[in-house]
Structure formats: C-alpha cells, structure tokens
C-alpha cells in the first residue's frame, strides 16, 4: 500500500501543488481581508488538492502513450506499467470527489461552480493535440485558484480575483512555454502543438518574456487597486526580479530549465502569498 501511494504522488508530481496553493491562499486572503477561518482555509486547501491530482492524474492517462514514445518520458509510472489504468482511473475519480465534496462545504456558489472546474481539468489534456495556445489553457485553469479560494470564502464573484487569475495564467503560460521547448523536435514530429514546436526556441523565450511582464504589471495593479501597501509592494518587486532571474537563466543556459522551472517558480507563488498575507496582518 505505501508503494502504490509513492507511486501515485510520483504520478502526479505532488510536489508541484505549491505552484497553485499559495495563489489560491491569496486569493482567500484578499477576499477574507485577513487570514480567513480554519475551516475555509481547510477545504480550500482540499479543493485545490483534488483538482490538481484529478487533473495531473487524467494528463497522465491520457498522454500515456505519447509519454511512452518520447525519450525523455519513457520512465514515468505509466509507461512503465507501474500502477494500472484501473488505479489512475480509480484515484481520478476520488480526487474529483474529494473537490466536489469541498467544494460543497465552502458555499453554494463554489459548489454550483465547480463541474466548470471539473471541466477545465479534464479539457486542458487534450489542447496540445489542436493548439499552439494551450499554455494558455494551462495557465487559465490554474489561473482559477485565487478566482476559486475568494468565491469559497466570499460566496461572490469580483473583478480582483480575476485579475490575479489573468496574472496567474501567464505565469504559468510563460514557464510551461520554457519547460516544452524541450520536447520541441518530438511535438514536431509527432504532430503536437505548443508553441515551440510553432515557433521556435527562441522565438518562444520571447514570448515567455513578454508573458511574465504581463504577470508582473497585472500584479501590480493588483495592488493599486485593492490599495494594499509597501510589503505588497516588496513582494512584487521579489517577483519581478525572480521572473527576470527565470528568464535570464534559460536564456543563458538551457540547461537549467528544470532549475527554473520548479526552483523559482516556487519561490514566486510563495513570495506573492507570504508578502500579500503581511499587508495585512503588518500594514
């Protein structure tokens, strides 16, 4: 059972979680003003869990076969037939559960919202067989955490949320374009669309860069218009510097993608979280 477990949190890179978390713990700190009660904070938390696994999880199955072809995959959990369809099937189905049934306990608005989450989650994998965008796709459904956690403490829909959701999704859109210019030759010859294998390396770096600008305008603003202070504002400034150590790093050396992309990425969803909730409770 311990080994099915390891197993099933390799599939799903549960350590990636902290991408979106944090973000999603922004989101209920905006919306709560403050720190949020613990029971809001717990389904959040729970919801955010069972989406991403749901999601990581359906990805996995889906793409298989194409992990299976490519060099650089191969040795994942299901090409290597290390745990059945059956068991990802099953393991989908409880991590959907366990969002809805969070979902249910915030408010009845999140709960009412959340087969569109469901949705998302399950339509992201197959983008990257029609279209070049679906780093966007990628980055709008995460970009639906901070959305997600302020509807569950709130119960109501606002324009800030989606702003930092809009922020989120270039973020993730920016770093996700840096992670598939390494399968850009096998996206080519497998007739699969990202924009690396449309455009290039280092057409697609330039993209990156123009993404992760948006990000760090949109998360200024954010500021502005919620009128947070100076320790938003520090954190920001963190970000924008972390985003042009991203980039600058890639750029530079290809090989430190993998650096980049889990290393700094964390770094910046924790920031942003870490420095948004001292506005309020130092400010």
Not at 176 to 205: M, W
Request: charged fraction near 15%; glycine fraction near 6%; include cysteine.
């Amino acid at each position: 059972m311990a080994l099915k477990i390891k197993l099933i949190m390799k599939l799903v890179k549960f350590e990636h979680t902290i991408f979106a978390l944090p973000f999603a713990y922004m989101g209920a700190v905006l919306a709560a003003q403050g720190i949020p009660s613990w029971g809001k904070v717990l389904w959040i938390t729970l919801a955010m869990v069972g989406a991403r696994s749901a999601a990581m999880a359906w990805n996995r199955l889906v793409d298989w076969e194409i992990d299976a072809d490519n060099p650089r995959t191969k040795d994942r959990v299901l090409p290597k037939n290390l745990l059945s369809r059956l068991e990802v099937v099953i393991f989908i189905i409880a991590s959907l559960t366990l969002l809805l049934i969070s979902a249910w306990n915030l408010n009845p608005l999140a709960f009412k919202l959340s087969p569109l989450a469901v949705f998302l989650l399950i339509f992201y994998s197959y983008t990257k067989r029609f279209t070049w965008l679906c780093h966007l796709v990628l980055g709008f459904t995460l970009g639906m955490a901070p959305v997600g956690s302020w509807i569950g403490v709130t119960g109501q829909i606002s324009l800030a949320p989606f702003l930092v959701g809009i922020a989120v999704m270039f973020w993730v859109a920016g770093f996700d374009i840096i992670y598939a210019i390494q399968d850009y030759e096998f996206d080519q010859e497998h007739g699969l669309y990202s924009i690396p294998a449309k455009f290039g390396p280092q057409t697609s770096l330039r993209v990156t860069v123009i993404f992760h600008t948006i990000t760090f305008l949109l998360l200024t603003f954010v500021g502005f218009y919620l009128n947070l202070s100076w320790f938003y504002a520090i954190g920001i400034l963190i970000v924008g510097i972390l985003l042009y150590v991203e980039n600058t790093l890639v750029k530079s050396d290809f090989e430190k993608v993998k650096f980049a992309f889990f290393n700094i990425n964390s770094v910046v969803s924790i920031t942003i979280f870490v420095f948004t909730l001292a506005d309020y409770l130092f400010s």
